[in-house]
T-cell receptor, first 114, second 112 residues
Framework: DAGVTQSPTHLIKTRGQHVTLRCSPI?????VSWYQQVLGQGPQFIFQYYEKEERGRGNFPDRFSARQFPNYSSELNVNALLLGDSALYLC?????????????FGPGTRLTVL | AQSVTQLDSHVSVSEGTPVLLRCNYSSSYSPSLFWYVQHPNKGLQLLLKYTSAATLVKGINGFEAEFKKSETSFHLTKPSAHMSDAAEYFC??????????FGTGTQLKVEL
């Protein structure tokens, strides 16, 4: 079985631009979460989606948005990019939403904002 | 609110000696706790998890962790370090909604 896949692997944008990151969960997983990992820090929670509905949101500005599609894949959108948005963006999937279920992480998308 | 504190940002051990990575947690609920490992340029891999079953949890690659509620600790250990264990390790706490809160990470260096 394929693991969590993310695209693209690397991305370079300039300040003010918009970016869309994509994630495909493990087959059968209905929950997708997004995390931002700035260099030298631990990942920070951005969003969780379960059954196509937002179930959690971290402390990120409204420039960040996401959605989940009927096939459970997900997109993370970031508008008006800032230099500080440069980070590794990680997607994780799990079978269900409730606490304690293992989240499986994808390899991430490395976003560089110039 | 939930949080984790990883007490050491860097740990250096010799190959074949024990590894101890320390983690303290804070949670309003009975927590689920995890240790993840991140090798350079690779994704996060789950080492082990505690979800209110046995307090001593065994994971992959010879790692284990003990949940101590009285000390709010979840330290990661391994009896004998291997060169391939060099990586960044994250202690993680999960709330009822499955949101993961990561610690700041411990960089493990293994020397010959």
């Amino acid at each position: 079985d394929a693991g969590v896949t993310q695209s693209p692997t690397h991305l370079i944008k300039t300040r003010g631009q918009h970016v869309t990151l994509r994630c495909s969960p493990i087959s059968g997983h209905k929950s997708v979460s997004w995390y931002q990992q700035v260099l030298g820090q631990g990942p920070q929670f951005i969003f969780q989606y379960y059954e196509k509905e937002e179930r959690g949101r971290g402390n990120f500005p409204d420039r960040f948005s996401a959605r989940q599609f009927p096939n459970y894949s997900s997109e993370l959108n970031v508008n008006a990019l800032l230099l500080g948005d440069s980070a590794l963006y990680l997607c994780a999937s799990s079978l269900v939403g409730p606490s304690g279920h293992e989240q499986f992480f994808g390899p991430g998308t490395r976003l560089t904002v110039l | 609110a939930q949080s984790v504190t990883q007490l050491d940002s860097h740990v250096s051990v010799s190959e074949g000696t024990p590894v101890l990575l320390r983690c303290n947690y804070s949670s309003s609920y009975s927590p689920s706790l995890f240790w993840y490992v991140q090798h350079p340029n690779k994704g996060l891999q789950l080492l082990l998890k505690y979800t209110s079953a046995a307090t001593l949890v065994k994971g992959i690659n010879g790692f284990e962790a003990e949940f101590k509620k009285s000390e709010t600790s979840f330290h990661l250990t391994k009896p004998s370090a291997h060169m391939s264990d060099a990586a960044e390790y994250f202690c993680v706490v999960s709330d009822r909604g499955n949101k993961l809160t990561f610690g700041t990470g411990t960089q493990l260096k293994v020397e010959l």
